[in-house]
């Protein structure tokens, strides 16, 4: 297992769309474990393969509260079949975009299709953070972020200071 560098914005890989997973072979399988111990080191509660440099549709979550026991999920080839009308709003945040958190308003419900890492399709139906969460990773898998859903005025403010961290971090001709 291994603990892999987090891709950051504005890194143009987080704008990839994830491609299906073929086969959940032992490839699969380490790339699940690498994207977990990423994710518990960080620390993060999901985290999906693109972060990680992989445009592969597949995420790892853990929404365990600190005093509980681990409780690592891994979701190939997501889908959201079903989602609720109500909404709810959670401040999210994003290890891709650290330190910046904002409000976010998304159903309150999702039923998701998914293989899980022995290659068996399962279906679940979340709500509260899990849902938020899964919504968050699936969208990661079709290059959106959550910053796509606040004021252009926040975005372009949030991309701004990004893109002039990363300037102060590598040569210019390096980050556009
Ligand atoms: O660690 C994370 N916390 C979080 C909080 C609220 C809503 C979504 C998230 S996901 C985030 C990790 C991450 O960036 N996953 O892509
Ligand atoms: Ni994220």
Redesign the pocket.
């Known amino acids: 297992m291994s603990i892999r560098p987090l891709i950051i914005l504005p890194d143009p890989i987080l704008r990839q769309v994830s491609q299906p997973v073929a086969t959940v072979d032992d490839a699969v399988r380490k790339l699940s474990e690498d994207m977990l111990e990423t994710m518990y080191d960080a620390p993060g509660i999901?985290l999906?393969a693109i972060?990680i440099g992989e445009p592969l549709r597949m995420l790892v979550i853990d929404v365990s509260k600190d005093d509980e026991a681990k409780a690592p999920q891994v979701f190939i080839n997501p889908e959201i079949v079903e989602q609720s009308d109500d909404r709810s709003v959670y401040e999210e945040g994003?290890?891709?975009?650290p330190d910046y958190y904002a409000e976010v308003e998304r159903p309150a419900g999702v039923r998701v299709r998914f293989i899980d890492q022995l290659g068996k399709q399962q279906e679940v139906m979340a709500d509260g953070l899990l849902a938020t969460c899964l919504q968050?990773?699936i969208d990661?898998l079709n290059g959106v972020?959550?910053i796509d859903y606040i004021s252009k005025l926040k975005r372009d403010m949030v991309v701004r200071k990004f893109k002039k961290l990363a300037r102060d971090r590598v040569p210019e001709r390096m980050v556009g």
């Open positions: 999901g999906a972060q994003c290890l891709s975009i968050h990773e990661h972020l959550f």
